[in-house]
């Protein structure tokens, strides 16, 4: 199977700044998109930003100019650089991957993964 492990969240003042990361380990055969979402208490969990595996990013439209998508396909991991952080950017986010397995026979299934959630939250 597959883990994704999130870093980087925390408090911060409105204005600042925080990288988040996530690492995706396990049977991996190939990730194909990765994303960040984010769900802030009593609203839908939304997207935030998604890059492919060719490097091809799209972002929600509250964070554009702010947040920076990017990938290190040498390590599966992803990152969120957000700046100009706003009190509405409080949200826990989470780290989602699309995934096919390494299986026997070679590259197997794929299918969506997600990390725990960390806590961003900002204050004014």
């Known amino acids: 199977q597959v883990q994704l492990v999130e870093s980087g969240g925390g408090l911060v003042q409105t204005g600042g700044s925080l990288r988040l990361s996530c690492a995706a380990s396990?049977?991996?055969?190939?990730?194909?998109?990765m994303a960040w979402y984010r769900q802030a208490p009593g609203k839908q969990r939304e997207l935030v930003a998604r890059i492919t595996s060719a490097g091809r990013t799209n972002y929600a439209d509250s964070v554009k100019g702010r947040f920076t998508i990017s990938r290190d396909n040498t390590k599966n991991t992803v990152y969120l650089q957000m700046n100009s952080l706003k009190p509405e950017d409080t949200a826990a986010y989470y780290c989602?991957?699309?995934?096919?397995?390494?299986?026997?026979?070679?590259?197997?299934?794929?299918?969506?993964?997600w990390g725990q959630g960390t806590q961003v939250t900002v204050s004014s």
């Open positions: 396990g049977s991996i055969f190939s990730i194909k998109t």
């Open positions: 989602n991957a699309v995934v096919t397995l390494r299986t026997w026979y070679g590259e197997g299934p794929g299918a969506d993964y």
